[in-house]
């Protein structure tokens, strides 16, 4: 939520950081802006709606400086305005901030500043720092202006409560930037001569694949020849420099028209890489922990939104392979209500992000409870990697469209890999069943690639049904999760009302709102529960309804005897098969959406990382 970019080098900032907010725009599409340092002075340029606009506008008014920060909202405090947009300035209008986060005392500060004589001209909670930094400016001594400036950041950050990242920037000390991290994401591009601040990796990696993951309370100063790093108490840290192996090209279209096409395109080599890694790194993290894990007793999984829908998968697979008994919490809830104390309990929270505010929460509470924290996340050094014990990476690559695709099999496989892993550990598992499920999930991405050719036929489908104003999903077993991921995305992408249900759930009430036409989109692989979802088709298809089946070649026949459409996808093992239905589901969301003319990338009122509560 919101993206941060900030270069200084040798060269115009104002081309990299209108890049690079391109890059970040997934966080925030409400407004944009950027602030350079210009012959003593900051040149501002701000615009309502998407980076494009903000690149129109600069285009006409043609800043100019080699240090430079941008700012790409999701509003929280204040509406989508040119006044709300970032960067903010203090009364002078020297000192520029960028932020992202929440500034909790603003109200206090914006008071005492206020009563100081400052004036504020945003309803943001951001323009208290600028202000607080003007403000402490008076207060702190230093030889040069760059120690002045540095020590009034320090306090200033001091004087915030929440949590934050921002990035500023005074005209006086023209070349250099300073960022500090608090709880909300802010990473560090080292280049030659060069370098960058941001919320996230992509916004620079086209430059620099060299990166400073910072620490919460940790403070950085950028200049074009040196960057260094500050902890809480202002003295010099080293921070090591990672190499991220994400390139350039796993950030961009790649010639598809959208990220989210390209991102369902791109989830045979996720799952591969994915699963490269898989049983060395399982292995690392049973075999340090394997008296422990032999003795959990009890999981809790906690996500957000499709990544919860992968959690409730996991649900399935630890308790049948891995013979432990797992529940499955929205973090949102998890962090506020009465979890009781047990000992040997393990929270594992699943995010694609790593940054979620909620799932973050949820692990903070798990740790004050004393349960051992496993992070499964696609994001290096992200917040949610710090905050656990162990962590298995998911390797999807940047996933830029709102609408998770690929993290979300990575999910699944990984929640599967670790079942069938602790499992075989555990005893709960013999060899012989662990060799057979092994092999099924070393063979999955395969059987992605060859699912992945269904897209022309569900292009077609949803030409019969895309102005339907009411979808519904039905699912049962593992497939129940994916009904309300297949919802999810829909509703997400293409702003039609659709729910998903456990297919034995419907006639206990939802089935009231079938009506002549509504398409109920079925998953009915061909299973040990087909017979049941036959009936279910039934049920709805003498309601009205215009029933679609996902199912598998050797159910396609007598599907075909209660259903309108058919999808096949290759079969697989019973377990896995959601992955395999899932990407029929992610194709007809994309191709309503297409169908409906939506902003499918970036669909209104959303962020794709979502760092407040
Ligand atoms: C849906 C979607 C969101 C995220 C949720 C959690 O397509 O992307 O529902 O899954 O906000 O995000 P992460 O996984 O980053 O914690």
Redesign the pocket.
């Known amino acids: 939520m919101c993206g941060i970019i900030g270069y200084v080098g040798d060269k115009n900032s104002v081309p990299f950081l209108i890049e690079g907010l391109k890059r970040l725009e997934y966080r925030g599409y409400d407004s944009a802006g950027i602030a350079v340092a210009e012959n003593g002075h900051i040149h501002r340029v701000r615009a309502v709606g998407k980076v494009a606009e903000l690149e129109k506008a600069s285009l006409l008014e043609n800043p100019r400086g080699c240090c430079g920060i941008g700012h790409t909202r999701w509003a929280t405090h204040g509406k989508p305005s040119q006044e709300n947009s970032h960067p903010h300035t203090d009364c002078s209008g020297d000192i520029v901030v960028v932020h992202n986060g929440i500034i909790e005392n603003y109200l206090s500060l914006k008071e005492k500043l206020q009563a100081l004589g400052h004036k504020f001209q945003s309803e943001t909670d951001t323009e208290v720092i600028a202000h607080l930094i003007e403000e402490n400016l008076k207060h702190v001594h230093a030889e040069t202006d760059e120690q002045r400036f540095f020590r009034a950041v320090m306090k200033t950050s001091d004087e915030l409560q929440g949590a934050f990242a921002y990035g500023v920037l005074w005209a006086k000390t023209p070349n250099q930037i300073i960022g500090v991290k608090n709880q909300s994401p802010l990473v560090v591009g080292l280049g030659e001569g060069e370098n960058f601040l941001a919320s996230d990796v992509p916004a620079f990696l086209k430059y620099t694949n060299k990166v400073l993951f910072l620490e919460d309370g940790q403070t950085v100063v950028l200049r074009p020849e040196k960057t260094v790093v500050y902890g809480m108490d202002g003295k010099e840290t080293k921070v090591k420099p990672t190499k991220v192996a994400w390139d350039q090209k796993t950030a961009e279209k790649s010639g598809f028209k959208h990220f989210m096409l390209k991102e369902i395109y791109d989830q045979p080599q996720a799952l591969e890489d994915t699963l490269r890694t898989a049983q060395a790194d399982f292995m690392r993290i049973l075999g340090l922990k394997t008296e422990d894990l032999r003795r959990i007793k009890n999981i809790y999984l906690v996500?957000?939104?499709?990544?919860?829908?992968a959690a409730l998968i996991g649900k399935y697979y630890l308790e049948n392979f891995a013979g432990v008994t797992a529940s499955v919490d929205l973090?949102s809830e998890f962090k506020y209500r009465t979890i009781p104390p047990a000992k040997d309990t393990l929270c594992i929270a699943?995010?694609?992000?790593?940054?979620?505010a909620?799932?973050l929460g949820a692990v903070k509470k798990a740790k004050e409870l004393g349960f051992k924290r496993l992070a499964i996340?696609?994001?290096l050094g992200s917040g949610?990697t710090r905050a656990c014990g162990s962590v298995f990476y998911t390797h999807c690559g940047p996933?830029i469209?709102?609408?998770?695709?690929k993290?979300?099999t990575s999910?699944i496989i990984s929640l599967y890999a670790l079942s069938i892993f602790l499992g075989h550990a555990s005893g709960n598992i013999s060899r012989g069943q662990f060799d057979k499920l092994y092999k099924e999930m070393m063979a999955l991405p395969k059987a992605v690639a060859e699912t992945l050719k269904i897209e022309y036929d569900v292009r077609h489908l949803t030409k019969k049904v895309y102005k339907a104003n009411r979808f519904i999903f039905l699912g049962r077993n593992v497939d129940y999760p994916i009904a309300l991921e297949g919802a999810?995305?829909l509703k997400?992408i293409s702003y039609t009302s659709a729910e998903g249900f456990a297919a034995g759930e419907i006639k206990h009430g939802p089935i009231s709102v079938i009506d002549k036409g509504t398409p109920v989109i079925i998953l009915m692989p061909k299973d040990h529960l087909f017979d049941k979802m036959l009936s279910a088709a039934q049920e709805c298809r003498a309601r009205g309804a215009f029933v679609i089946a996902v199912t598998t070649p050797d159910g396609s026949e007598e599907a075909a005897a209660v259903t309108d459409k058919r999808i096949l996808v290759p079969k697989t093992g019973e377990y896995l098969q959601p992955v395999l239905n899932v990407i029929a589901l992610q194709f007809f969301a994309y191709w309503v959406a297409k169908r409906l003319g939506r902003d499918i990338d970036q669909p209104r009122n959303?962020a794709?990382?979502?760092t407040v509560e």
């Open positions: 996500a957000c939104g499709t990544a919860y829908h973090a699943v995010s694609q992000s790593g940054e979620t909620d799932t996340c696609n994001v949610l996933e469209s709102v609408a998770s695709t993290a979300f999910q999810l995305k997400e959303l794709k990382s979502v």
